[in-house]
């Protein structure tokens, strides 16, 4: 084959072995906040509301979007900046204990969402260039392609979608 001179291929003498894949931290991080905090897929996670829980919403964000889902890292650099925005909200305005995070994949869209018990809603703020806090919704507004809020008995489910190509 032009240009593999000299590669052996698997199966000759002194074949080659597969490569093996060996997580980054950040991937281990996540495989281990996946384990001890459920798949966001499957049912919400529940995550206590200190500031070091966007660390691991974010972590468990992005393993799924490219681990479970087999999206690109474009999306997955988007979805981890949003759930972290998300979260960021959840924790420092809410009062809250604990919020809980959900991931869906639906036809041609993922949807992620926030959930927590205050009623508060968020606000898309005028956001200037040299603003070093309120940014989050307007993030939100402006990398998803829709983004709401659902109020609950209890709270509300702050959620941002977007599209992805179908599998």
């Given at each position: ?67 479970h ?40 869209r ?47 489910n ?10």
């Amino acid at each position: 084959m032009a240009g593999l001179e000299g590669v052996e291929r698997p199966g000759e003498r002194g074949g080659v072995t597969a490569a093996r894949w060996v997580p980054s931290v950040d991937e281990e991080r996540a495989l281990k906040a996946l384990a001890e905090y459920g798949d966001p897929t499957v049912e919400e996670v529940r995550l206590p509301s200190l500031p070091e829980s966007a660390a691991t919403a974010r972590r468990i964000a992005r393993c799924v979007v490219l681990r479970h889902w087999l999206l690109g890292p474009q999306v997955a650099e988007d979805v981890v900046l949003l759930v972290s925005e998300l979260v960021g909200n959840a924790v420092r305005h809410t009062g809250a204990r604990a919020f809980g995070v959900r991931m869906h994949r639906r036809r041609g869209r993922i949807r992620i969402e926030v959930r927590d018990p205050s009623r508060g809603l968020p606000c898309l703020m005028p956001v200037q260039e040299l603003d070093e806090s309120g940014r989050g919704i307007f993030l939100v507004d402006k990398l998803s392609d829709r983004w709401g809020v659902d109020l609950l008995p209890r709270g509300k489910n702050t959620w941002f979608e977007i599209r992805v190509a179908d599998r």
